[in-house]
């Protein structure tokens, strides 16, 4: 319906997404308006904001913020668990405002979800959008992947928004679009299962029931059962962390314990990268870690914000775009992102087979380019202690456990 450039605020010196109507004689600018005056009702921080309006050269042009890239977009590459919560999170919040002034916007769908950096959603495109009134007619607009049963057949209701939001949501996690019966299980259950809590697979099951009587009545109604899914899963998570944190400070001194991290974080952080901290004991890890050096639990970095531009879907931790395998955990091979190749400064050693050749960082386990299990063991620079497991490159007078297999370090 319309064209989106992005230009130059010359006043106010900033990017911004102009969004100007095509000429069609299906499309009328009476819609265009509509859209500006609905969102302009909505302010809220998960909602696109329109900065502007006006009529230019007999063009109804309509200033927006402009955001780096649809969630349609980022939906196609890797996720990590804790990003796709992020995002699901501010998607509910959105809708729930826009329900809450009594608006369906019945068009959800990935494309009018905009990312903008730091992972900030905003929801887009009211052109769609009714107000609700006790007898509310409309067409059967809308994107079909997407559409409710009832809106296909022009009666649009707030369980309509829910039921898209429902799919929209169900493929972020999953990574797959279920399509008409909508019988569950649907096409990527197993995935579904292993990233999100039953509790929330729930919650989308219902969001995506053939009968509108079935589900949340509005968006608001879902975001509430969805916080609460959060604070429980939340509290769980801290109850079993502070059992945890206990046991460990009464057996060990949580005191000499921060201060020998201390001392190797002085040592070693550079060398090893260990800005993360243990999902169990909080000891100083790295992303690339198979295993805690300090009480052994198995990928202890698991829901840190990775330094890579993309996520391993298995095991979650950081990929590059053109790798073809997971480096860490000889995950199943994904599509490659891009046929360009990267270079990075991480690369230090090249893959031992002659039919690769291809370039390895540090500890890896795999080469992401060919499979090849990595056989050559990584020193720690400044450092001769190797593990007499693995021969990877530990820091003997720290650590309880090789971090790369887990085997106990003799002192």
């Given at each position: 319906?319309?064209?989106?450039?992005?230009?130059?605020?010359?006043?106010?010196?900033?990017?911004?997404?102009?969004k100007?109507?095509?000429?069609?004689?299906?499309?009328?600018?009476d819609d265009?308006?509509?859209?500006?005056q609905?969102?302009?009702?909505?302010?809220?921080?998960?909602?696109?904001?329109?900065?502007?309006a006006?009529f230019?050269d007999?063009?109804?042009?309509?200033?927006?913020?402009?955001?780096t890239?649809?969630?349609?977009?980022?939906?196609?590459?890797?996720?990590?668990?804790?990003h796709?919560?992020?995002?699901?999170e501010?998607?509910?919040?959105?809708?729930a405002?826009?329900h809450?002034?009594?608006?369906?916007h019945?068009?959800?769908?990935?494309?009018?979800?905009?990312?903008?950096?730091?992972?900030h959603?905003?929801?887009?495109?009211?052109?769609?959008?009714?107000?609700?009134?006790?007898?509310?007619?409309?067409?059967?607009?809308?994107?079909?992947?997407?559409?409710?049963?009832?809106?296909?057949?022009?009666?649009p209701?707030?369980?309509?928004?829910?039921?898209?939001?429902?799919?929209?949501?169900?493929r972020?996690?999953?990574?797959?679009?279920?399509?008409?019966?909508?019988?569950?299980?649907m096409?990527?259950?197993d995935?579904?299962?292993?990233?999100?809590?039953?509790?929330?697979?729930?919650?989308?099951?219902?969001?995506i029931?053939?009968?509108?009587a079935d589900?949340?009545?509005?968006?608001?109604?879902?975001y509430?059962?969805?916080?609460r899914?959060?604070?429980?899963?939340?509290?769980?998570s801290s109850?079993?962390?502070?059992?945890k944190?206990?046991?460990?400070?009464?057996?060990?001194?949580?005191?000499w314990?921060?201060l020998?991290?201390?001392e190797?974080?002085?040592?070693?952080?550079?060398?090893?990268?260990?800005?993360?901290?243990c999902?169990?004991c909080?000891?100083?890890?790295?992303?690339n870690m198979?295993?805690?050096?300090?009480?052994?639990?198995?990928?202890?970095?698991?829901?840190?914000?990775t330094?890579?531009?993309?996520?391993c879907?298995?095991?979650?931790?950081?990929?590059k775009?053109?790798?073809?395998?997971?480096?860490?955990c000889y995950g199943?091979?994904?599509?490659?992102?891009?046929?360009?190749?990267?270079?990075?400064?991480?690369?230090s050693?090249?893959?031992?087979?002659?039919?690769?050749?291809?370039?390895?960082?540090?500890f890896?386990?795999?080469?992401?380019?060919?499979?090849?299990?990595?056989?050559?063991?990584t020193?720690i620079?400044?450092?001769?202690d190797k593990?007499?497991?693995?021969?990877?490159?530990?820091?003997?007078?720290?650590?309880?456990y090789?971090?790369?297999?887990?085997?106990?370090?003799e002192?």
């Amino acid at each position: 319906m319309a064209d989106v450039y992005r230009a130059a605020d010359t006043i106010h010196k900033t990017r911004v997404a102009l969004k100007v109507p095509k000429s069609d004689d299906n499309v009328s600018n009476d819609d265009f308006l509509r859209e500006v005056q609905i969102a302009t009702r909505l302010v809220h921080p998960n909602i696109l904001t329109v900065q502007d309006a006006s009529f230019i050269d007999d063009h109804f042009v309509i200033a927006m913020e402009l955001g780096t890239e649809s969630l349609a977009d980022r939906i196609e590459r890797r996720i990590s668990g804790v990003h796709a919560m992020l995002i699901a999170e501010q998607a509910l919040a959105a809708l729930a405002h826009a329900h809450s002034k009594k608006i369906i916007h019945c068009d959800i769908k990935p494309e009018n979800f905009i990312l903008f950096p730091g992972n900030h959603l905003k929801l887009a495109d009211f052109g769609f959008a009714k107000v609700s009134l006790k007898t509310l007619k409309a067409s059967g607009s809308g994107t079909i992947d997407y559409i409710a049963p009832e809106q296909a057949m022009g009666r649009p209701k707030f369980q309509s928004d829910v039921f898209s939001l429902g799919l929209v949501l169900y493929r972020l996690f999953s990574g797959k679009l279920p399509e008409w019966p909508f019988k569950w299980p649907m096409v990527g259950h197993d995935r579904l299962q292993k990233r999100i809590p039953p509790e929330l697979a729930a919650l989308l099951r219902k969001a995506i029931q053939l009968d509108p009587a079935d589900r949340y009545k509005t968006a608001a109604e879902m975001y509430a059962a969805f916080r609460r899914i959060q604070r429980s899963t939340k509290r769980s998570s801290s109850i079993s962390k502070s059992k945890k944190k206990l046991s460990s400070s009464s057996n060990k001194g949580s005191a000499w314990r921060r201060l020998q991290w201390r001392e190797f974080q002085r040592q070693f952080r550079t060398a090893l990268d260990t800005r993360h901290e243990c999902r169990r004991c909080d000891g100083p890890v790295a992303e690339n870690m198979q295993g805690c050096p300090w009480c052994g639990v198995s990928h202890p970095s698991r829901g840190a914000e990775t330094s890579m531009p993309a996520v391993c879907p298995r095991c979650e931790r950081g990929v590059k775009s053109d790798w073809a395998y997971c480096a860490w955990c000889y995950g199943p091979g994904f599509e490659i992102e891009t046929e360009r190749r990267y270079p990075d400064k991480r690369y230090s050693s090249k893959c031992a087979s002659q039919r690769c050749r291809q370039p390895l960082m540090p500890f890896m386990q795999y080469c992401p380019w060919c499979q090849v299990k990595v056989k050559k063991a990584t020193k720690i620079t400044g450092n001769k202690d190797k593990c007499v497991s693995c021969e990877h490159g530990i820091a003997r007078e720290f650590w309880k456990y090789c971090a790369w297999c887990s085997y106990p370090v003799e002192r």
